[in-house]
């Protein structure tokens, strides 16, 4: 879950939990792997999805196969 931070000078920034290792991110155009904390963890996270241990619920119904045999 995100949550709000705020440092010096009175800005605000928004800290979420990398979803591989839950450790803390700043969400900063600086954070080059947001909402990942490095490049480590968003390998794991890719991997995870094409070894298909990560998947988005649907059926295959909503793949919609009648409009992909038109093309």
């Known amino acids: 879950?995100?949550?709000d931070?705020?440092?010096i000078k009175g800005k605000c920034v928004t800290i979420v939990n990398c979803p591989t290792c839950e450790k803390e991110v700043k969400w900063l155009p600086e954070s080059l792997?947001?909402?990942f904390c490095s490049k480590r963890?968003?390998?794991?996270?890719l991997g995870e999805w094409t070894d298909e241990k990560k998947v988005i619920a649907g059926s295959e119904d909503d793949l919609m196969s009648s409009e992909w045999e038109q093309i």
């Open 1 to 3: 879950m995100a949550k």
């Open 5 to 7: 931070l705020c440092v």
């Open 33 to 35: 792997y947001r909402p």
């Open 41 to 45: 963890c968003q390998l794991i996270d």
